[in-house]
C-alpha cells in the first residue's frame, strides 16, 4: 500500500475533530491537519454545508466525523475490531455512533460549546439531557470495558471527547464512575492523542 496522503480540516478543539484525529493517531496514519473554523473557501469547496471535519485521502473527499471513522475503518483496518463485521457487534457501533451525533452532541457537547464559546441555547435543556445520556452511559459500562463490544471499536471514538472533556460545559462526571473508568482505558490506547482542554467555566 502506498503511503497515504491524507489531510484532516477541522478545530483543535473540536470533539467532532478530535474523533477523527483520534483515529489517524491510533491507526498511526501520518496525515496533515489544517485549522479550518471559521469555514474557509477550501473547506467549503470540499464539503458546501460548511462543517467540519472533512477529510481527503488522495482524491478522496469525506465529510462528517462519524463518516470518517467508518472510512479510515473500512480503508485502512479492514476486517479488524474497530468496525465488527457481525451483525450485533455492528448494530451496537452503530447504536452508539447514533448517540454520540444525538444525545452527546446536544446534552454534553451542547453544554461545553455554549459555557468554552458563548454560543447561545438553552443551558438548562443541555444540562438535563446530559444527565440523562451520562446515567444511561455509566449504566451501560457498569462491568464492562467498552461501549459495543468487549473491546474498543468506533464507538468509543465517537463519544470520548465530548463526554471526558464535559466537566468544561459544566458538567461533573464525579457521579459517573464507570464513565471515568472508561475514559481512562481510552486514553490508554497505544498511540492516543488528547484534545486540547478549555478553560473551565466560571459559572454553571
Same mark, same amino acid.
Given at each position: ?126 444540562? *438535563?439531557?446530559?444527565? =440523562? #445520556? ?12 467498552? +461501549?459495543? /463490544? &468487549? ?29 471515568? *473508568?472508561?475514559?481512562? =482505558? #481510552? ?12 478553560? +473551565?467555566? /466560571? &459559572?454553571?
Amino acid at each position: 500500500m502506498t503511503t497515504p496522503d491524507i489531510t484532516l480540516y477541522g478545530l483543535r478543539l473540536s470533539g467532532h475533530s478530535h474523533r477523527a484525529e483520534l483515529f489517524l493517531a491510533l491507526l498511526g496514519l501520518p496525515y496533515r491537519f489544517v485549522e479550518a473554523f471559521p469555514p474557509t473557501d477550501e473547506l467549503r469547496r470540499l464539503n458546501p454545508l460548511g462543517q467540519i471535519p472533512v477529510l481527503t485521502d488522495g482524491d478522496t473527499v469525506i465529510a462528517d466525523s462519524n463518516a470518517i471513522l467508518v472510512y479510515l475503518a473500512a480503508r485502512y483496518a479492514p476486517g479488524g475490531d474497530w468496525m465488527p463485521a457481525d451483525a450485533i457487534g455492528a448494530a451496537q457501533v452503530q447504536r452508539w455512533l447514533s448517540i454520540a451525533a444525538g444525545d452527546v452532541r446536544f446534552g454534553p457537547a451542547r453544554a461545553r460549546v455554549m459555557a468554552v464559546f458563548g454560543t447561545p441555547g438553552d443551558r438548562a435543556a443541555a444540562l *438535563a439531557l446530559s444527565e =440523562r #445520556v451520562l446515567t444511561f452511559m455509566d449504566g451501560h459500562l457498569a462491568g464492562r470495558d467498552f +461501549l459495543a /463490544t &468487549a473491546h474498543p471499536t468506533l464507538a468509543d471514538l465517537a463519544c470520548y471527547a465530548y463526554v471526558a472533556h464535559a466537566p468544561e460545559g459544566g458538567v461533573s462526571l464525579d457521579p459517573y464512575p464507570a464513565i471515568r *473508568a472508561w475514559i481512562g =482505558r #481510552v486514553e490508554a490506547l497505544p498511540g492516543f492523542v488528547a484534545m486540547p482542554s478549555s478553560p +473551565l467555566p /466560571t &459559572a454553571a
